[in-house]
């Protein structure tokens, strides 16, 4: 396993992304969200069209992460105005995981806050995602509060933030 984290650039990298996403979010949410919500939601934020304006016009920055030069994950991740960094996407394909890549992804994320002068990593998490509580637990996260938002469509999200001090 040779694992490389690089940032995306141009429509072709973001398109590849959105593919990934789309494969990842039909395995990962089965069970915790509806498909309806699922579809929903890679429509609303992991499409090509939405993450296309995410980086052209709110700031965020994707990376994506290669196994053997093969793309099997990516990370988005954007900085807030105080002096916190928001990990927007932390998502890596089912037959990589449990190899400690998301520990790479993570660093990354830890380094990427560190060089734009951020004290605080946070995240929003699915309250049912177990799996991945459990990772940001094990990685120094603290669970700040709960958040019910209402993303449109009829559905909401049902989330722990968590936070990460640099
Ligand atoms: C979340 C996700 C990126 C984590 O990746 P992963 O490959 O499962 O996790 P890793 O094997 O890299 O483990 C990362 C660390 O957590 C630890 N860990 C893994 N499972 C754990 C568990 N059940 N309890 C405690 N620690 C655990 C590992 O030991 C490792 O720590 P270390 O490197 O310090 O030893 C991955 O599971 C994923 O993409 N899931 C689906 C998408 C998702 O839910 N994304 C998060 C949305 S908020």
Redesign the pocket.
């Known amino acids: 396993m040779s694992v490389e984290i690089k940032e995306v650039s141009g429509t072709a990298g973001l398109q590849e992304i959105a593919l990934l996403a789309d494969e990842?979010w039909h395995e990962?949410f089965v069970g915790i969200i509806s498909s309806g919500q699922i579809d929903y939601m890679v429509e609303k934020f992991q499409s090509f069209r939405a993450m296309t304006e995410q980086t052209e016009q709110q700031g965020y920055k994707y990376l994506a992460v290669r196994d053997d030069g093969e793309l099997c994950g990516y990370i988005g991740i954007k900085p807030e105005t105080d002096d916190r960094l928001f990990l927007s996407k932390?998502?890596?394909r089912k037959d990589k995981?449990?190899?400690?890549?998301?520990?790479l992804?993570l660093g990354r994320v830890f380094e990427e806050a560190g060089k734009i002068g951020k004290k605080r990593v946070y995240?929003t998490?699915n309250k049912h995602?177990v799996?991945?509580v459990?990772?940001y637990v094990?990685?120094g996260f603290v669970q700040t509060a709960e958040a019910v938002t209402d993303i449109g469509g009829g559905y909401v999200m049902d989330d722990f933030i968590m936070e990460y001090t640099l």
């Open positions: 990842i990962c932390l998502y890596l995981r449990g190899h400690g890549t998301a520990s992804m995240l998490v995602n799996h991945a459990d990772v094990r990685k």
